[in-house]
């Protein structure tokens, strides 16, 4: 009796050191891994924090009623109309001076930059706290610079929209479908349940276009390109004048600058 | 032993098998795609798909093989393209795609049942049709 | 164990289906919010968190509470507390519970919530709230239901369990200082943004928290004839005075660094909550309310004469856990969102569904807090 109850012991045990030893031995010597890991795989990526994509807006040339950027943004990425709704969902709109920098000095302003507005949207930060905040990291920081999200992985807890120092992000509140006018087939648009917000337009990069809104404006009041080429058009034009940023005081590093 | 250290044991070592079964099946690609060292310079900053005209009766890879392992490559394509930036695949035929699903809807676009006939006899309802938009819903 | 938690006096199945009913449409309710969405609660762009958020903030506390018996009772032999330990411990199973069915009817896509496991962020405070918030119920339940269950058969407790309840003990504090890390972390929101945060949020929690268990004491005496003793309720009684003491003292430093230092981006949100802003001051009324129940309850407490009036003691309890919910709940998370980043004021009214899906997860709550302690009591009067 007892030769039979030692040898199942043994038995149990070899299979279970068996198993543990071939896991140890397939992942510590390659030659010995069951399915052969092809190394070519690990294809090229791009390599992280090279480029640096910001944005430079000369609110000077911004004209009052156009809207041209924020449309064609809206409709290139299938945002649903919500506009004057608690369930607002917007990636690009116009604000005042005064509600764009709060902290900056409002004394003895003139009319002109009083009344002036100017664009608001994701600051694509270089040090988000969105991308700190998100428990899933379903919003991250990408190689190039541009806060991204992942909206497969959002659980919709809306830290992130908490974090935001700028109100750049948005909830889909209710199903976004019905309230996206015209549909724009290149792109998805959102699912219930997930934040959304500006994206830099990186499907346009890809293709080396740039982003819809800066290719939209009439006045060419939007300048995009490398934040760390020094020889790019936009480290040249903030270079040659004096800029802004909304709410520097916070460390948060914002990738878009303002002329006023 | 008393046995609920009995028990303790053969939970915790139940764990450890689970774990590092778990980690042994995951540690390379969860599904195998085969597929070649792509090209360095294609896979910098721009993207050249194909360049072929389009085939239908050609797919980035075998029919049987996508029927079996189609969500596991989006899977991966998905993962590559939205969050590592690797966004051109390379097949065994050193054809390059853009790692996209616009990538399979831009052949597979004469069909607005496309996904949908084998979804709906297999009683398959993925959610990818939440947002991105079907065969059925773009204009063919 | 469990099945002394299935018989029970008419008195206690009036109670429970009383409290099934809430549950149901609680839950009819949040049908309601999983085909339409979050819109159908009062939420929006601006305010992006409401009631749910300010009712886990609120029920973090209250868990961590448990402490206030758990310390004194086992690591300094506090003898008055010998019968109702079990009952903060429960209290705190059915108060962590509550939080987490609270974050997940906040959620947008609870179908995804494993991701939070799958794809761990440690730089994330809502995926360290996640992990101590289940470990904490879990030390309760399984602590607590060791205890009782040893008490039952009159025999001391395994080994173990005294280990998991000293683990309790700064797991109970970590717990809402995490919660507290949530809020205090992020740049963009001054009233969050104060170091203060965290001990503001421990010492209110240990203020409504005894406040609760108190009453709690009560209900037990009247309902199922188990009585903590009125040593164990001035014991309690003074340790929540002090608790309030600090978080009204909290509160007045607040308002200090705000006022005195004229910044504006630290005054706008006590200004909205306490006097209004830009002619939008919905919350002024409940604000003060909570300020000067707060304080005169805390006041009947710290008084020995006053608290010894069964009457007064209650209504103190009472008010201060009112004071608190306001303050902690409706004051924190609104104020929080409001100025809203490009500074306008926004209202914030919960909806009708919203507010049954919240009694809906209140009666979950009770519903567990009422079959732990009557296991409980059952255990300790058969005991006894």
Redesign the interface.
């Known amino acids: 009796m007892t030769m039979k109850q030692d040898r199942r012991e043994f038995l149990k045990k070899a299979g279970?050191g068996a198993?543990?030893g071939?896991?140890?031995a397939?992942?510590l010597f390659p030659a010995f891994?069951l399915?052969k890991?092809?190394p070519?795989?690990f294809?090229?990526?791009?390599t992280p924090g090279k480029?640096r994509w910001g944005m430079l807006i000369d609110t000077r040339k911004c004209k009052q009623n156009c809207t041209e950027c924020i449309v064609r943004c809206h409709h290139d990425h299938n945002v649903p109309d919500l506009s004057g709704?608690?369930?607002?969902?917007?990636w690009i709109w116009k604000?005042g001076y005064?509600?764009?920098f709060?902290?900056a000095s409002q004394q003895f302003q003139t009319d002109d930059v009083k009344h002036r507005k100017v664009l608001?949207l994701c600051n694509h930060c270089k040090e988000a706290?969105c991308t700190?905040?998100?428990?899933?990291?379903?919003t991250?920081k990408?190689?190039?610079g541009i806060v991204?999200m992942?909206?497969?992985?959002?659980?919709?807890?809306?830290?992130c929209?908490?974090?935001?120092?700028?109100?750049s992000r948005?909830?889909?509140?209710?199903?976004p479908r019905p309230h996206v006018e015209e549909?724009t087939?290149?792109y998805?648009?959102?699912?219930?349940?997930?934040?959304e917000k500006c994206n830099f337009c990186s499907e346009r990069?890809?293709?080396?276009d740039l982003p819809a809104c800066v290719d939209s404006c009439p006045e060419k009041a939007l300048i995009f390109g490398d934040l760390n080429d020094p020889d790019s058009e936009i480290r040249r034009m903030i270079a040659a004048n004096q800029t802004m940023q909304r709410?520097p005081e916070?460390?948060?590093l914002p990738s878009v600058f303002y002329i006023i | 032993m008393n046995k609920l250290s009995q028990l303790l044991g053969a939970v915790a070592?139940g764990l450890?098998?689970f774990i590092?079964?778990w980690?042994?099946i995951h540690?390379?690609?969860g599904g195998?795609?085969?597929?070649?060292?792509?090209d360095?310079a294609v896979?910098?900053?721009?993207?050249q798909p194909g360049g072929a005209p389009i085939d239908s009766s050609k797919c980035i890879l075998p029919t049987e093989y996508m029927r079996a392992h189609h969500m596991q490559i989006l899977n991966k394509w998905?993962h590559d393209s939205?969050?590592?930036?690797?966004?051109?695949y390379v097949n065994p035929e050193g054809e390059h795609f853009e790692k996209s699903?616009?990538t399979c809807l831009g052949c597979h676009n004469n069909n607005p049942m496309f996904c949908f006939m084998c979804h709906q006899y297999a009683d398959v309802k993925p959610?990818c049709w939440?947002?991105?938009?079907s065969p059925m819903?773009?204009?063919q | 164990m469990i099945e002394k938690a299935l018989k029970g006096s008419r008195g206690y199945w009036t109670w429970v289906a009383f409290l099934l009913v809430v549950i149901g449409l609680g839950v009819t309710a949040y049908a309601k919010q999983m085909t339409?969405?979050?819109?159908v609660t009062?939420?929006?762009?601006?305010?992006?968190?409401g009631v749910y958020i300010a009712q886990f903030t609120f029920l973090v506390g209250v868990a961590a509470s448990a402490v206030m018996l758990v310390l004194p009772y086992y690591l300094h032999n506090q003898k008055d507390f010998a019968k109702i330990v079990i009952v903060g411990e429960f209290l705190a199973v059915s108060a962590a519970l509550m939080c987490m069915l609270f974050?997940l009817a906040?959620?947008?896509?609870?179908d995804?919530?494993l991701?939070?496991l799958?794809?761990p962020?440690p730089?994330?405070?809502?995926?360290w709230d996640?992990l101590v918030l289940n470990g904490y119920l879990f030390l309760n339940l399984i602590s607590g239901w060791a205890v009782l269950g040893a008490e039952r058969k009159g025999v001391k407790p395994a080994p173990w369990v005294k280990w998991l309840i000293f683990l309790s003990i700064p797991w109970a504090f970590s717990i809402h200082t995490v919660t507290a890390f949530?809020f205090a972390?992020?740049?963009?929101?001054h009233l969050w943004l104060t170091a203060v945060l965290a001990p503001r949020f421990l010492a209110s929690a240990f203020a409504a928290g005894t406040a609760i268990l108190i009453l709690l004491t009560f209900i037990l005496k009247r309902v199922a004839n188990f009585d903590a003793g009125p040593e164990a309720r001035t014991k309690l009684a003074v340790l929540g005075a002090y608790a309030g003491v600090a978080n009204l003292f909290f509160l007045g430093t607040e308002f200090f660094t705000a006022f005195y230092s004229n910044v504006?981006?630290h005054m706008h949100s006590l200004q909205y909550l306490y006097f209004g802003l830009h002619g939008h001051g919905p919350l002024v009324p409940y604000m003060w309310f909570s300020l000067i129940a707060g304080i005169i309850s805390v006041g009947v407490l710290l008084s020995p004469p006053l608290r010894r009036k069964t009457g007064m003691l209650i209504a103190a309890c009472i008010g201060l856990v009112v004071s608190i919910w306001i303050d902690k709940g409706v004051g924190l998370v609104i104020g929080?969102?409001n100025p809203?980043?490009?500074?306008?004021i926004?209202d914030y009214i919960p909806t009708f569904t919203e507010i049954s899906v919240t009694l809906g997860i209140y009666g979950i709550g009770l519903l567990v807090l009422t079959m732990l302690l009557k296991v409980a009591v059952t255990v300790k009067t058969q005991e006894a």
């Open positions: 279970l198993l543990a071939l896991g140890a397939a992942g891994a399915e890991t092809d070519s795989t294809t090229q990526k791009p480029v709704t608690k369930n607002e969902v917007k604000s005064e509600e764009a709060p902290t608001t706290p700190r905040a998100c428990p899933t990291e379903a991250f990408r190689w190039d991204s992942d909206y497969h992985r959002c659980i919709g807890c809306r830290f929209m908490a974090a935001c120092p700028y109100g948005s909830f889909n509140w209710e199903d549909l087939a290149a998805p648009t959102r699912m219930r349940g997930v934040v990069l890809s293709k080396g709410k916070l460390g948060t | 070592a450890v098998v590092a079964a980690f042994f540690a390379g690609h195998s795609v085969p597929a070649h060292a792509e360095p896979a910098a900053a721009t993207v998905r939205v969050r590592e930036g690797n966004r051109v699903l616009n959610t939440e947002c991105h938009l819903e773009v204009p | 339409l969405g979050l819109g009062g939420m929006g762009r601006d305010i992006s968190w974050i906040d959620m947008g896509r609870p995804r919530v991701n939070v799958l794809h962020s730089h994330s405070m809502v995926f996640v949530l972390g992020l740049p963009g929101r504006p981006a929080g969102f809203t980043p490009l500074e306008a926004v």
